[in-house]
């Protein structure tokens, strides 16, 4: 099982709103990443967790916070968020560590798109 | 920004035909990867050559990596209209462990 699945597929929010994306894995990544990525742009780094634990924080406004309740899966808690932050929302997993063989490839979900009002 | 370029920014070919793009980066490497997008969906990872490589293959794909000059090629042979996508060039920079920089994309469209 190669696939990360992320729900909501869409997401539309006023931006007094909370709400929460959330991701999913079972290849047994123990590195999973939240990317931003606007229209014809690649995707932004946002933050990383590894074993669990956030070890990159891409001064993301504080709008946007992570969770990552166990090794499988990871949130991102909306709150308060601009029009500008209408994005897709990609989460990826892979291997945490430099790894000489398998290289850090990421495996990505197929993104929330979400809409900011 | 560490980002890396790639040109060109879109490409239109023929079914049939090859498709070339180019990536360019800033710093050193541990290893380049390529990843294509279909619109509005999650990124595949297609192949992945190491700093010490020169060339690799996988199926209709061949990728080039020059560390002299900071950049890479992707060649898709034979493309089909199924290739039509955005792909990026996206590499691990040496000491940023988990971290993946992107390319600014190429966006491929094959026509019948």
């Known amino acids: 099982d190669t696939e990360v699945t992320q729900t909501p597929k869409h997401l539309v929010m006023g931006m007094t709103n909370k709400k929460s994306l959330k991701c999913e894995q079972h290849?047994?990544?123990?590195?999973m990443y939240w990317y931003k990525q606007k229209a014809k742009k690649p995707p932004e780094l946002m933050f990383v967790?590894?074993?669990?634990?956030?070890?990159i924080n891409e001064s993301v406004p504080s709008r946007f916070s992570p969770e990552c309740p166990n090794s499988s899966l990871l949130n991102l808690h909306l709150h308060a968020l601009q029009p500008e932050d209408s994005a897709l929302y990609l989460c990826a997993s892979s291997q945490p560590l430099p790894d000489r063989f398998r290289g850090n490839i990421q495996y990505f979900g197929a993104g929330t798109r979400l809409s900011v009002l | 920004s560490q980002q890396g370029e790639e040109d060109p920014q879109a490409l239109s070919i023929q079914e049939g035909e090859n498709a070339t793009m180019n990536c360019s980066y800033k710093t050193s490497i541990n290893n380049l990867q390529w990843y294509r997008q279909n619109s509005g969906r999650g990124l595949v990872h297609l192949i992945l050559?190491?700093?010490?490589?020169r060339e690799k293959h996988s199926g209709r794909l061949r990728v080039t990596l020059d560390t002299s000059k900071k950049s890479s090629s992707l060649l898709i042979t034979a493309s089909r209209a199924a290739d039509t996508a955005s792909y990026f060039c996206a590499t691990r920079n040496t000491g940023t462990a988990s971290k993946l920089t992107f390319g600014t994309g190429t966006r491929l469209q094959v026509t019948l």
């Open positions: 967790y590894s074993y669990e634990k956030l070890s």
């Open positions: 290849m047994g990544h123990r590195a």
């Open positions: 050559i190491r700093s010490n490589e």
